[in-house]
């Protein structure tokens, strides 16, 4: 009799299991501009591509929005392995490079491929007041932009406060190097205007979780622009910005930070529920 009742619970767990998988799903090169955008710009048409994963089974999931890193010259689009799985969706997004375009015109395609997601999440099953906003070095740099900046999102008739959060990993603060470079500003020479995120600190900005490598490993001193963005955000009234230092490593470092981008989701997502 024991044998079989054990049995019994074998296989009921093995069926909850089962009841409770969710499968995920991927669609590639999405354009995210409009067709007669596309049709305008042969690089647009190219570039301005996005992918998207997300569980096929499940409803109101939550979104990350993911920006490639690559100093705005460089990189493409990606799904990070470490996100899959999560009960999240996740857009890798492509966006045009410099020297090809100013570097500028990656922030307009950042906050296309933002506009995008909020206006068509919901057609996959997705929550559109649960999109996160990251990436890595210059992708977090470009989410900065968009999620302080909000002009940017005002052109695509969004608010930028509707993001659920912005969890950069490793991104430029004071004005992008690229930007600098287009100005004949050298990379070691810290610039801060209307392209640097630290230029846009406000204190009604979407949760900030800001997270780097090691002060003492990280390039060009990125470590200290985090947290003089972190201490400034502050000062400005903004009471959720939160820092992180990820001792020991440079500035690739985003295996280490995944865990707490995954956590910060999480984080929000339940407290958004009480």
Known sequence: MKKIILLLSFIFIGN??????????????????????????????????????????????????????????????????????????????????????????????????VAWAFNNISNYGGDNSLIFVSGHSAGGYLGLMIGLDKKWLQKENIDANKIAGLIPFSGQCITHFEIRKENGIPDTQPTIDAFAPLFHVRADAPPLLLITGDRELEMLGRYEENAYMARMMKLAGHKQTKLFELDGYGHGMTEPGFPLLVNEVNRIIKANKK
């Open 16 to 113: 909850l299991s089962f009841a409770q998988k969710i499968d995920y799903e991927t669609k590639s090169n999405i354009q995210y501009y409009n067709s007669a955008t596309n049709k305008s710009d042969s690089y647009i048409n190219e570039r301005c591509v996005l992918d998207i994963y997300y569980p096929k089974n499940t409803k109101n999931f939550a979104t990350i929005v993911w920006f490639h890193g690559g100093g705005l010259t460089g990189g493409n689009k990606e799904i990070p392995e470490a996100l899959k799985n999560k009960g999240f969706a996740i857009i890798g997004v492509n966006y045009r490079l410099a020297p090809k375009v100013k570097a500028a015109k990656a922030i307009e395609d950042a906050a296309a491929a």
